[in-house]
């Protein structure tokens, strides 16, 4: 009775275990970076001063507001409503509005259409770099679960050691030295766990505080994959990023705003007009009949300030430089961006090919044969210790090279401006 009991718990607390960790949600990377954009309140916040700029457009090349006039003109001060008292005095209305100089107003729309341009375009290099943090963060976690892993399975490995280290040492033929280098070998690691602990939640933060959720919110696991090696040449991103790039369009937005304002600036050398029409009504008086009378005139201002406009130029030319020097020093920078990381992308590529196919494999060998000959007294303690200690290092290396060639990757579609081909990594089954 007793017997079956124990297995009905057994049965129940695994199912129990394999329902927790089908539970555990396997987090799926485009779906975070949709959440991301969608929800991320620096991006909003972005696209807000975007619309801000784009509603400034209509501002910007508007007219101003036609002026009324009413006034009571010629009016004897002794006498000021008396309008029949002097021929002069009438009631007079008027209309005015001012009119830049042909073209003014069409530059002026443009230098606001291109500043909202530019900011678009900040949103959209805003979302690269937002989407590049999800897929660093997504992938940091990756290699700190599988370090968690790597630990644990150390962990039981030197409970094994100990296990061994004891029943050696308890018929003569180990010593108790052995016994604590194991002991102290496994605290080593118990802290090694609780610090990649405390990482995993950190981590954790940071990538909801980018979905804006709760910091709280768990993150569920990150399934294995396979890189896929990059097939394009430095030249064909460089190529691609002139293309898509977002902060190279806003800055060609920038030049566009200063050559339009350069245009402006030497329209400011012709004069802007005021068009005026006044009507004023009188009344009969002193033999006058009284006829009504208008007036309609021109107003315009004289443009003699020719140093003041000079340095307009001067400055709307040197604003038009600085952007296009901008341009080019960007442009230099994908350059150098590109080719480092390339190098850092074709070293981890080599790196994870080597741990794979023969440094991990050789010293699984190289601990199982330690553990043989230390059960068999031709292999000591500290030998064996190494063995562990070496395959445990490379395979955290190997977990570390897989995370760090996709966060390279993720810094280069940022830099590029566009997915690339080989960025979505194959998942194992």
Same mark, same amino acid.
């Given at each position: 009775?007793?017997?079956?009991?124990?297995?009905?718990i057994t049965v129940i607390l695994c199912h129990g275990i394999a329902f927790a960790e089908e539970a555990r949600q396997t987090e799926n990377l485009p779906s975070l970076i949709?959440?991301?954009?969608?929800?991320?309140?620096?991006?909003?916040?972005?696209?807000?001063?975007?619309h801000m700029f784009t509603a400034k457009i209509a501002q910007a090349s508007s007219l101003d507001d036609p002026m009324l006039m009413l006034k009571i003109q010629s009016a004897v001060v002794?006498?000021?409503l008396n309008f029949h008292r002097e021929p002069m005095t009438g009631k007079v209305i008027g209309l005015s509005q001012q009119l830049p100089f042909w073209g003014k107003r069409g530059l002026k729309g443009e230098i606001a259409e291109k500043e909202a341009q530019s900011y678009r375009w900040q949103v959209e290099e805003r979302k690269l770099e937002l989407a590049r943090m999800v897929k660093e963060t997504y992938y940091q976690i990756y290699y700190t679960d599988k370090s968690l892993e790597i630990v644990a399975k150390n962990i039981k490995i030197l409970d094994d050691f100990i296990t061994i280290a004891e029943t050696k040492y308890s018929v003569g033929q180990g010593t108790q030295q052995d016994v604590f280098k194991s002991q102290v070998e496994r605290s080593k690691l118990l802290d090694a766990k609780i610090?990649?602990?405390?990482? %995993?939640?950190? +981590?954790?933060?940071a990538l909801n505080a980018l979905l804006y959720r709760p910091?709280?919110?768990?993150?569920?696991?990150?399934?294995?994959f396979d890189i896929q090696p990059l097939k394009?040449?430095?030249?064909?991103?460089?190529?691609?990023?002139y293309e898509h790039r977002p902060l190279i369009k806003s800055l060609e937005a920038q030049v566009g705003k200063e050559e339009a304002g350069r245009k402006l600036a030497q329209k400011e050398f012709y004069p802007d007009f005021n068009v005026s029409l006044e009507y004023m009504q009188r009344e009969p008086t002193m033999g006058n009949d009284g006829a009504d009378m208008y007036s309609l005139g021109v107003t315009f201002n004289l443009p003699l300030q020719r140093e003041r406009r000079h340095a307009m130029v001067a400055e709307a030319n040197s604003a038009g430089g600085m952007a296009t020097e901008e341009i080019n020093s960007l442009k230099n920078s994908i350059d150098s961006g590109i080719a480092?990381?390339?190098?850092?992308?074709?070293? %981890?590529?080599? +790196?994870?090919?080597?741990?794979?196919?023969?440094?991990i494999p050789q010293a699984e060998q190289s601990l199982e044969s330690s553990i043989i000959g230390y059960r068999v007294n031709k292999v000591d303690f500290l030998t064996l210790l190494d063995s562990r200690v070496t395959l445990f290092n490379f395979e955290r290396d190997y977990y570390e090279s897989l995370a760090?060639?996709?966060?390279?990757?993720?810094?280069?579609?940022?830099?590029?401006?566009?997915?690339l081909a080989a960025s979505e990594p194959v998942l194992k089954n």
């Open positions: 009775m007793k017997s079956l009991l124990a297995i009905v949709d959440t991301a954009l969608a929800n991320n309140p620096e991006l909003k916040s972005s696209q807000a001063r975007w002794t006498d000021p610090n990649l602990e405390q990482q %995993r939640k950190s +981590l954790e933060a910091a709280d919110t768990p993150v569920g696991t990150i399934s294995d394009l040449s430095a030249k064909e991103l460089q190529d691609k990023a480092d990381l390339l190098a850092r992308m074709e070293k %981890r590529q080599k +790196l994870v090919q080597l741990y794979r196919s023969g440094i760090e060639y996709q966060m390279r990757l993720a810094q280069l579609e940022a830099l590029v401006g566009t997915d």
